[in-house]
């Protein structure tokens, strides 16, 4: 067991920075405890697995104290990135909010900030499996994959939530037989996509050192990712103030009707974000957070259930 604590030198909002990094309800790498005042995550690592739970601590100082406890042979890896991960890389001080609603999500939310995970594996598989499908059906394929391919969280039982598994490591990935991917409703691009991934899944965390859009290059040279996973990966694992999630099926109509009170597309998203460069996806974070809901004018998309086909 390791312990660290940290005291950042700014506004913390602790589940606002770590929350894009769980994958559902029910995503057995994430836990909280104690009204959500602990954090845990399970993840892998180049020195292994580890489980890190982490939580604020009040201390008469401006800001509090982080403190954070690893369990497992990647503890100390979490631990020497937890300022990273909570945003001490990220800087917002240049951001200007052109819109109303994004200007109202600034000040209300002083504390939210850009995390970096710094692991390209672990934000790439479920960010695969989110392509071209409903969220319920993405996350469901990646609870039931960590469950049964994952390792158990490190950690003394008890202690570390019951349940918790760590991602399937690049290794793990490549011997899950065909029949396990259709069980756990994969279908055959994704499944492409995941396994080009993990045979080169070592030089692809070279994407994180380098960042910005030759990081998002880097991943796209793997046949199966493109912008829209590229970016998803680059705002988790390096903070990528912008990298905006290109061809979504919601942002770019939530993103409309917060700015503009109408539906966009691809081509209007990238016009009404112009003046953020090089934030833009700051801008589209700060309108997520800002609580907006579009309209809804007809029935939600029902998932598919590839298990069935």
Known sequence: MLDR???????????????????????????????????????????????????????????GTVRATGWGPG???????????????????????????????????????????????????????????????????????????????PGPGGVVPHGMRTPPTPGRVREIPVWEWHRAGVDHARRSAILHAALVAHRLEDAARVGGEQGRVLLRRVRGIGVWTAAEVAQRVWGDPDAVSFGDFHIPSTVGWALLGHDLDDAGLLDVLAPYAPQRQRAVRYVEASGFRRPRFGPRFSPRDYRAM
Not at 27 to 39: K, L, S
Not at 126 to 146: C, D, I, M, N, Y
Request: without cysteine; glycine residues 12%.
């Open 5 to 63: 604590e940290w005291r950042p030198p700014f506004l913390l909002d602790l589940y606002g920075v770590l929350a894009p990094l769980r994958r559902g309800r029910g995503d057995p790498t994430w836990r909280t405890a104690g009204d959500g005042g602990v954090i845990w995550r399970a993840s892998t690592t180049p020195d292994g697995p580890a489980t890190v739970a982490i939580r604020r601590r009040a201390d008469g100082g401006e800001h």
């Open 75 to 153: 503890a100390g890896w979490e631990l020497d990135r937890l300022p990273s991960l909570l945003g001490a890389d990220d800087d917002p001080s240049a951001f200007a909010a052109h819109h109303p609603v994004v200007a109202d999500a600034v000040r209300r939310r002083p504390g939210l900030r850009l995390g970096s995970s710094g692991r390209v594996w672990d934000a790439l598989l479920p960010a695969v499996l989110e392509q071209k499908v409903t969220g319920v059906e993405a996350h469901r394929s990646f609870r039931e994959l960590a469950r049964r391919f994952g390792e158990p969280a």
